[in-house]
């Protein structure tokens, strides 16, 4: 059975980031509580996180923070930047249940990803994740590493989406940081995963970086539509002809 626990926050930790996760972690152990959480999906859930079969899964930045204590209780393996922001949040993670490991597309990635290969290959269960538009963007463009690890572990690369409303969202941050008010609704979806053939090349990989790309922007929309966030758009990502589309097209998908 793969570990529940981890040493996750550095020994030079201040005492401040130290009482600053303690305390985050516990308001929003019980901030995000009050949420009505509709899953879409739920088979994916019980296959891959609360069953035997191993994924790697991916989704978004914006909204990690929820995320991450909504699949803690699974015990998931998740890559947080060696950032001073990322040590927070790998503290926060480690709170909640995760196995954060540190790294990322700038720093440390290739370590991390070694790291999470060898806990799928050693447990051939449970899910090592990350957002795969971190650590700084571009936001809603996907980074080929989970494609890369999914290969050679030859294992499923699950897509995963989240969407709340009502919401705050952080706009000075590049990913639009998504959180929750109390008692909002939270839509989180997954979707039918990837199996990537283990003899695929450069250019398949980016083929399939692209198909993963496009997916968690459908699902995105989708659920963005189905809490009511679409109505933000506007306001949050601009009226640009891309976004504007996307958010014809969910909302064809939902009228009444």
């Given at each position: 059975m793969p570990p529940?626990?981890?040493?996750t926050v550095s020994n030079a930790t201040d005492l401040k980031t130290r009482l600053i996760i303690h305390l985050g972690a516990g308001l929003l152990r019980i901030?995000?509580?009050?949420?009505?959480v509709k899953v879409v999906g739920r088979k994916y859930l019980e296959r891959y996180f609360a069953g035997s079969d191993p994924a790697v899964g991916a989704t978004w930045?914006?909204?990690?923070?929820?995320l991450v204590w909504y699949f803690g209780r699974y015990h998931p393996m998740v890559m947080f930047s060696r950032s001073a922001d990322g040590e927070l949040l790998a503290g926060f993670a480690a709170k909640m249940g995760i196995l954060p490991v540190r790294g990322s597309s700038s720093r440390g990635g290739r370590e991390a990803l070694v790291t999470m290969a060898k806990f799928l290959a050693k447990y051939r269960r449970g899910v090592a994740a990350t957002v795969l538009d971190g650590p700084q963007?571009?936001?809603f463009v996907a980074k080929t590493g989970m494609v890369v690890l999914a290969k050679i572990t030859r294992t499923p690369l699950l897509p995963i989406m989240m969407s709340a409303?009502?919401?705050?969202t952080l706009k000075s941050a590049w990913d639009r940081t998504l959180i929750p008010l109390p008692f909002a609704r939270v839509?989180?979806?997954?979707?039918?995963?990837?199996?990537?053939?283990a003899d695929c090349g450069l250019e398949e990989i980016e083929t399939l970086r692209g198909e993963v790309e496009a997916k968690l922007n459908q699902m995105m929309v989708t659920?963005?539509?189905d809490t009511g966030y679409l109505q933000k758009?506007?306001?949050v990502y601009g009226n640009t002809p891309d976004s504007y589309r996307q958010r014809q097209y969910a909302c064809a998908q939902f009228k009444p």
């Open positions: 529940r626990k981890i040493e901030w995000f509580a009050t949420c009505r930045h914006r909204g990690a923070i929820f963007g571009p936001r409303w009502p919401a705050i839509t989180v979806r997954l979707e039918k995963p990837w199996d990537i053939p659920a963005d539509a758009w506007p306001e």
